[in-house]
């Protein structure tokens, strides 16, 4: 062979090695689907220590109130995602190590080689901390195998006890509550959703989780769960107990940067990428839940999309920055629906412009959260009030504005 020849066979088969992503939830399958529609010919194998059956996560919180049982929930199986993706899908498979001098990822103990990588490992749920001989029987929903097992878990049971008010805490305690259940709500802080919300639209949204029926604990820490009678009871650090029979724990979570912070890839809160989702290692990317961008960690679908978008551009060989406008979080409490958009760039104050008190028909909030300089950099609306959503996000600042693409 001549030189030339060599070097176009070594330069195929650099072509032939296969991207390889890492998750299979809305980020990893995301991105495979906008990726093949720019490269159908890149082996694409993709890699997930679950099933792999293509769901929507957001829909584990609303499933009670809408009758769908864990197995309707499963859009697509693994097999059927493979066909479509034209890709190698692996479940039930570990990636364990990543060795980025080599261009390896070790999956199963096996050394699986990439052309170029992306970490779409999501994030996990944070560990409650609890003690007591009942704190194991303590539940995290934060994948379609978790909800499978809650969900039979709550099967005869009546009573369920929440810990976390924030986002997750609230919709499933307004969907158990759809579902029939008797649902205690336990939180440290003096109002639900006490990172999204100021405080009068907390209490807002705790009157009208009252309204329901749910019995909500503020300001009180859940500090041990025991096991009483065949059933459980939540010990607060005030002393009361709460009986139990399924206890739910959804206190925040944390994105996964273990694997990458083992291979000696740069993590901050999340994996730290630019706006390229780049590493700090040649070929390796990452999007989603695990991912910081440009110091953003924002575990929520819309970003991921932008995300995928861009990032499948930029590995099809059309480097594409992302920039994202702001992006309001809707909160699925049908009792009160909410639509947040957090203040990003910290300092300022809430502007409250109360619309109808709680309890009554129609009622709703308006909250605007000003810098110091007065600019509007984001908003609290509950009720009636969600219909100004896309008006006010308008006036809000790009979170990333656009920014030209690499020469
Ligand atoms: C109950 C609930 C309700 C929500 N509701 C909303 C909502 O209404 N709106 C909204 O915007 N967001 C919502 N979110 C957040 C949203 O669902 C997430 O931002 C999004 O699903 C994250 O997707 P992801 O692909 O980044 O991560 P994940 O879905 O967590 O996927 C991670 C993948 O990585 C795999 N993995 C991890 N580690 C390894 C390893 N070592 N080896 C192999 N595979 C590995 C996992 O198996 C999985 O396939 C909600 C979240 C929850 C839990």
Redesign the pocket.
């Known amino acids: 062979m001549t030189n030339d020849a060599i070097t176009a066979k070594s330069q195929q088969a650099q072509q032939a090695l296969p991207l390889v992503i890492?998750?299979?939830?809305?980020?990893?399958y995301t991105l495979a689907r906008e990726f093949r529609k720019l490269d159908s010919a890149t082996p694409l194998v993709i890699?997930?220590?679950?099933a792999?059956e293509s769901y929507s996560?957001?829909m584990?919180?609303n499933a009670l109130a809408g009758n769908k049982s864990p197995a309707t929930l499963a859009i697509a199986s693994a097999q059927q995602m493979a066909a479509q993706l034209n890709a190698r899908v692996m479940t039930h498979?570990?990636?364990?190590a990543i060795d980025t001098a080599a261009g390896t990822v070790l999956v199963d103990g096996q050394p699986l080689r990439y052309g170029q990588l992306v970490l779409?490992?999501?994030?996990q749920a944070r560990a409650p901390g609890l003690q007591g001989d009942g704190a194991d029987a303590v539940q995290t929903?934060?994948?379609l195998a978790d909800y499978t097992r809650f969900h039979a878990s709550l099967q005869g049971k009546r009573r369920v006890a929440i810990l976390g008010a924030g986002?997750?805490g609230c919709?499933?305690a307004n969907d158990l509550h759809a579902g029939g259940f008797d649902v205690e709500l336990v939180d440290p802080a003096a109002w639900p959703l006490g990172r999204l919300l100021p405080g009068e639209a907390g209490e807002l949204m705790a009157g009208a989780l009252r309204g329901l029926g749910v019995r909500l604990h503020l300001g009180e820490m859940p500090v041990a769960v025991h096991r009483r009678d065949g059933a459980l009871a939540v010990q607060l650090a005030s002393g009361v107990e709460i009986a139990a029979d399924v206890v739910l724990s959804a206190t925040g979570?944390l994105p996964?940067v273990a694997?990458a912070q083992d291979g000696g890839i740069a993590t901050a809160r999340g994996i730290v990428v630019d706006r390229l989702l780049r590493t700090s290692a040649p070929s390796v990317y990452a999007?989603?839940?695990?991912a910081e961008v440009d110091g953003l960690v924002l575990?929520?679908?819309?970003p991921?999309m932008q995300a995928a978008r861009a990032l499948a551009r930029t590995l099809a060989g059309t480097p594409t920055p992302l920039s994202y406008a702001a992006m309001p979080?809707?909160v699925?409490t049908p009792v009160l629906p909410a639509v947040v958009s957090p203040a990003l760039a910290g300092a300022g104050n809430w502007e409250i412009e109360s619309q109808a008190a709680a309890g009554e028909a129609g009622a709703g909030l308006r909250a605007l959260f000003r810098d110091t300089q007065g600019a509007l950099t984001g908003f609290a609306l509950l009720g009636k009030a969600v219909a100004e959503k896309g008006a006010l996000a308008r006036q809000i600042s790009d979170w990333l504005p656009v920014q030209a693409a690499p020469a």
């Not at 890492?22 to 990893?28: N, R, V």
């Not at 575990?299 to 819309?302: A, G, N």
């Open positions: 890492l998750g299979t939830g809305l980020a990893g890699v997930t220590r679950d792999g996560k957001p584990l919180s498979a570990d990636a364990s779409a490992l999501g994030a929903v934060n994948d986002l997750i919709e499933f979570l996964r694997l999007l989603g839940d695990c575990p929520y679908v819309m991921l979080v809707v699925k």
